[in-house]
């Protein structure tokens, strides 16, 4: 059998998720995939909320399927003054239509919805809901306030309600007082990834802490790029997307815009993860349908499709951003084959501080696909990062190794790379164009284990291990060599240390370390794409061992052997004690 495929562009996406921070900086010059033309603009006006008083009738539009705007109808219950922020008034309504009464309230993913009044002029956008589960009634925050972004300080988690107010929303909803009470939170903007299952999602934040709380779709599926909207789509009361990558892995929020005018589009009503200036992708997205959740709000699930412009802004008020050109892209390239099945996959990255969280779920996610469950086995991996440094020489960083697991053989080979990523896009001045990966995996699941050591002395072997002492003079050279282990036999290793002419210390260890169990020296201390690439030219195979002589004294001094490759990945260590001769 052959599945020799690409991935698609397009993938679904849900609003139930964790939030989720990231760090961008900068604003897109380039253009990206081609796109219909910009939507026709509302220009909306604004309506004063000292204008506004209760029971004051009002309209709206969202989607709950597709990507074409819905009407729902609604009332104003009052108004919170500085309820979002200071100086910044939440405005509370409750919310009927069809969908709504179905799903039991408004969702997540309606966020930048827009509320109009009788005479057409825009109230704000939905933003905020009831604290616990699904509810019509809903925090509005005011248009005036979302083109200048006025308010400081990070956003309340929670809005307060008073008394008075909590008696209202009883009054006016199935919300009892004592719910109402409990006050308003911002409707959950998170950002969700699709192309890999949760649950192998969830298993990279295990000892890796630079990876998101990225949560995945509650629906399987995808879509092609055309399915998913366009440009045009993104009008006032449609589908509007902020996206940190997109292909066979994207990784997006979902919400509504408020108003679209010369180009420019304001949407959510609140932050996506509060950056003030920043780029994201600005994408449509295809909604599927509005879930119903017993636990809390519904959500939107929906497609997210090409990018269509940059999100340029990102504060209290909502997002904003500008049709045309895209931030600047990382393409990630994974190809994996297992036995004679084999997929090429691949993903854009938009925010670069976000790479090796793409980097990660795209490896892995390609590589559970041709594997097509958890198994244990060897992979043979090559990796290879392009982009320019801080002075804007071009540079490529490569590595190949073999990895071996007992379990998981897809989830534990990709480690290695997905810090390698993390650290060269975290890097000052430095901008990652591509990184592309291949990975043969085999059902072999044999591993060698250092167990002996022994060096030649007067013509004979002699085992030696770390309760020993060996005397040496300056200028000796050693005869080493280690007894490997498998399942499957025994083998030996030889190797040779040459000891300082000149040590500064008068004692020290032999050790022979599999490739597997030895970290390279620096890497930690790489500060750009140069220091990578020497470290690596020094670093061992995980199927080498490395045989080293350690003097101890003011100067560490090391003489040290790299063996050939084996074959098999090589694990654990040995070592015995030596004493310099002067």
Same mark, same amino acid.
């Given at each position: 059998?052959?599945?020799?495929?690409?991935?698609?562009?397009?993938?679904?996406?849900?609003?139930?998720?964790?939030?989720?921070?990231?760090?961008?900086?900068?604003?897109?010059?380039?253009?990206?995939?081609?796109?219909?033309?910009?939507?026709?603009?509302?220009?909306?006006?604004?309506?004063?909320?000292?204008?506004?008083?209760?029971?004051?009738?009002?309209?709206?539009?969202?989607?709950?399927?597709?990507?074409?705007?819905?009407?729902?109808?609604?009332?104003?219950?009052?108004?919170?003054?500085?309820?979002?922020?200071?100086?910044?008034?939440?405005?509370?309504?409750?919310?009927?239509?069809?969908?709504?009464?179905?799903?039991?309230?408004?969702?997540?993913?309606?966020?930048?919805?827009?509320?109009?009044?009788?005479?057409?002029?825009?109230?704000?956008?939905?933003?905020?809901?009831?604290?616990?589960?699904?509810?019509?009634?809903?925090?509005?925050?005011?248009?005036?306030?979302?083109?200048?972004?006025?308010?400081?300080?990070?956003?309340?988690?929670?809005?307060?309600?008073?008394?008075?107010?909590?008696?209202?929303?009883?009054?006016?909803?199935?919300?009892?007082?004592?719910?109402?009470?409990?006050?308003?939170?911002?409707?959950?903007?998170?950002?969700?990834?699709?192309?890999?299952?949760?649950?192998?999602?969830?298993?990279?934040?295990?000892?890796?802490?630079?990876?998101?709380?990225?949560?995945?779709?509650?629906?399987?599926?995808?879509?092609?790029?055309?399915?998913?909207?366009?440009?045009?789509?993104?009008?006032?009361?449609?589908?509007?997307?902020?996206?940190?990558?997109?292909?066979?892995?994207?990784?997006?929020?979902?919400?509504?815009?408020?108003?679209?005018?010369?180009?420019?589009?304001?949407?959510?009503?609140?932050?996506?993860?509060?950056?003030?200036?920043?780029?994201?992708?600005?994408?449509?997205?295809?909604?599927?349908?509005?879930?119903?959740?017993?636990?809390?709000?519904?959500?939107?699930?929906?497609?997210?499709?090409?990018?269509?412009?940059?999100?340029?802004?990102?504060?209290?008020?909502?997002?904003?951003?500008?049709?045309?050109?895209?931030?600047?892209?990382?393409?990630?390239?994974?190809?994996?084959?297992?036995?004679?099945?084999?997929?090429?996959?691949?993903?854009?990255?938009?925010?670069?501080?976000?790479?090796?969280?793409?980097?990660?779920?795209?490896?892995?996610?390609?590589?559970?696909?041709?594997?097509?469950?958890?198994?244990? @086995?060897? $992979? *043979?991996? &090559?990796?290879?990062? %392009? +982009?320019? /440094?801080?002075?804007?020489?071009?540079?490529?960083? #490569?590595?190949?190794?073999?990895?071996?697991?007992?379990?998981?053989?897809?989830?534990?080979?990709?480690? @290695?790379? $997905? *810090?390698? &990523?993390?650290?060269? %896009? +975290?890097? /000052?001045?430095?901008?990652?164009?591509?990184?592309? #990966?291949?990975?043969?995996?085999?059902?072999?699941?044999?591993?060698?284990?250092?167990?002996?050591?022994?060096?030649?002395?007067?013509?004979?072997?002699?085992?030696? +291990?770390?309760?020993?002492?060996?005397?040496?003079?300056?200028?000796?050279?050693?005869?080493?060599?280690?007894?490997?282990?498998?399942?499957?036999?025994?083998?030996?290793?030889?190797?040779?240390?040459?000891?300082?002419?000149?040590?500064?210390?008068?004692?020290?260890?032999?050790?022979?370390?599999?490739?597997?169990?030895?970290?390279?020296?620096?890497?930690?201390?790489?500060?750009?794409?140069?220091?990578?690439?020497?470290?690596?030219?020094?670093?061992?195979?995980?199927?080498?061992?490395?045989?080293?002589?350690?003097?101890?004294?003011?100067?560490?001094?090391?003489?040290?052997?790299?063996?050939?490759?084996?074959?098999?990945?090589?694990?654990?260590?040995?070592?015995?004690?030596?004493?310099?001769?002067?």
């Amino acid at each position: 059998m052959n599945i020799t495929t690409t991935g698609g562009r397009g993938r679904l996406l849900a609003g139930l998720l964790a939030t989720s921070a990231l760090a961008v900086s900068g604003l897109a010059a380039t253009s990206g995939p081609a796109q219909s033309a910009d939507p026709a603009g509302d220009c909306a006006v604004a309506y004063p909320v000292a204008d506004l008083t209760q029971h004051q009738v009002v309209s709206g539009k969202t989607v709950s399927s597709g990507v074409t705007p819905e009407p729902f109808s609604g009332e104003v219950l009052g108004v919170l003054d500085s309820g979002i922020a200071p100086g910044l008034d939440m405005i509370i309504v409750r919310l009927d239509s069809p969908e709504i009464e179905r799903v039991g309230g408004i969702w997540q993913g309606m966020s930048g919805s827009p509320v109009y009044a009788q005479d057409g002029r825009l109230i704000g956008a939905v933003s905020y809901g009831l604290a616990w589960g699904a509810s019509p009634v809903a925090g509005v925050t005011p248009f005036e306030d979302m083109d200048d972004y006025l308010g400081s300080g990070a956003p309340l988690a929670r809005v307060k309600v008073g008394d008075s107010m909590a008696r209202t929303i009883a009054r006016n909803s199935d919300v009892t007082t004592t719910e109402a009470s409990q006050g308003f939170r911002q409707l959950p903007m998170p950002i969700s990834a699709s192309g890999i299952s949760q649950s192998r999602l969830s298993m990279g934040k295990h000892g890796r802490t630079y990876l998101r709380d990225l949560k995945t779709t509650k629906a399987g599926g995808s879509a092609s790029a055309i399915s998913a909207g366009s440009a045009s789509d993104i009008v006032a009361g449609g589908n509007l997307a902020a996206a940190l990558s997109y292909g066979d892995v994207t990784m997006a929020g979902v919400g509504t815009a408020t108003s679209v005018c010369n180009g420019r589009v304001v949407g959510f009503g609140h932050p996506m993860s509060f950056l003030g200036s920043t780029t994201l992708g600005l994408m449509p997205a295809d909604a599927v349908y509005i879930q119903e959740d017993p636990l809390g709000p519904p959500f939107k699930v929906a497609n997210v499709g090409m990018p269509a412009g940059t999100i340029t802004d990102d504060h209290l008020t909502g997002i904003t951003g500008t049709f045309g050109a895209t931030p600047p892209e990382t393409d990630v390239t994974s190809q994996a084959t297992y036995h004679d099945r084999s997929r090429t996959g691949e993903s854009h990255s938009l925010v670069q501080d976000s790479l090796a969280d793409l980097f990660f779920a795209q490896n892995l996610g390609n590589s559970d696909r041709v594997i097509d469950g958890i198994h244990p @086995g060897s $992979a *043979d991996r &090559t990796y290879a990062a %392009s +982009g320019t /440094d801080a002075e804007g020489n071009p540079f490529t960083v #490569t590595m190949d190794d073999l990895y071996q697991s007992d379990y998981d053989i897809s989830g534990e080979s990709v480690w @290695g790379e $997905a *810090d390698l &990523t993390w650290l060269l %896009s +975290g890097m /000052d001045g430095v901008t990652v164009d591509s990184i592309d #990966t291949t990975a043969t995996y085999t059902d072999d699941k044999t591993v060698w284990t250092v167990k002996k050591l022994a060096v030649k002395l007067g013509g004979q072997w002699i085992t030696v +291990g770390r309760k020993d002492t060996l005397g040496v003079r300056p200028g000796q050279t050693l005869q080493m060599r280690g007894s490997l282990a498998s399942p499957t036999g025994t083998t030996q290793l030889p190797f040779s240390v040459h000891v300082p002419a000149f040590p500064k210390g008068r004692y020290g260890v032999i050790s022979l370390t599999g490739g597997s169990d030895f970290y390279p020296r620096g890497l930690n201390r790489a500060q750009t794409p140069q220091d990578v690439i020497d470290v690596l030219a020094k670093a061992p195979r995980n199927d080498q061992a490395v045989g080293e002589l350690d003097i101890f004294g003011r100067r560490t001094q090391v003489s040290s052997t790299t063996t050939d490759p084996f074959g098999t990945v090589i694990r654990g260590a040995k070592y015995v004690q030596v004493r310099i001769k002067f």
